[in-house]
């Protein structure tokens, strides 16, 4: 942290979130120490700061902010945060730039984003020919991150997830 790696702020910020390393869960200091991450450059800790916002923990709920921040984490290539933005958007009723933004995140290899993009074909909203340029994109995603070591390191259960489950907004096909 003195090395003011945006990495160890999140991480912090993580744990006071889940109450881990022996801190209590304390959200306060959790978007304390996201907001200094982000300011850093850590589109993880803007994606945070905006599920922060959205329900209202450790600041004022803030919906406009809370949009801005998944904004600003999406723009810097943070998948789960531009699926979000495309789950909000179709509750809102603009199925079209829900499409667009299961699509860029389904390219860049989010595999929820990919039913998303697969439902949408099915009720119209995306053409067979933006559907088949996604499902391409989404393969060289997935294919480019293979590996032999990663794959022995889900066999082992090492890898762990570092960003909230679930959709923050739930999902327009409701």
């Known amino acids: 942290m ?10 912090l910020a993580y744990a006071y979130t889940n109450g881990e390393w022996g801190l209590r869960k304390d959200m306060k200091k ?6 200094r991450a982000a300011e850093l450059g850590s589109s993880r800790s803007h994606y945070e700061i905006g599920v922060c916002y959205h329900f209202g923990e450790g600041v004022d709920k803030d919906t406009k902010r809370a949009f801005y921040h998944w904004e600003l984490a999406a723009i810097d290539g943070h998948e789960m945060a531009r699926h979000t933005l495309g789950a909000n958007e179709g509750n809102n009723g603009n199925i079209g730039r829900a499409m667009k933004h299961f699509m860029i995140a389904a ?8 039913k998303m993009v697969g ?4 009720r119209g909203h995306v053409t067979k020919d933006e559907y088949a340029t996604t499902l391409r994109a989404y393969q060289v995603s997935i294919d480019e991150v293979k ?21 923050v907004g739930g999902t327009y096909m409701n």
């Open 2 to 11: 003195k090395l003011n790696d945006p990495n160890a702020f999140h991480r």
């Open 30 to 35: 959790a978007f304390k120490y996201y907001t």
């Open 147 to 167: 590996s032999e070591q990663r794959e022995k390191a889900v066999e082992m259960g090492e890898q762990h997830l570092d960003s909230s489950f679930g959709t």
């Open 119 to 122: 439902e949408g074909y099915k």
């Open 107 to 114: 390219k860049s290899g989010h595999g929820d984003s990919l």
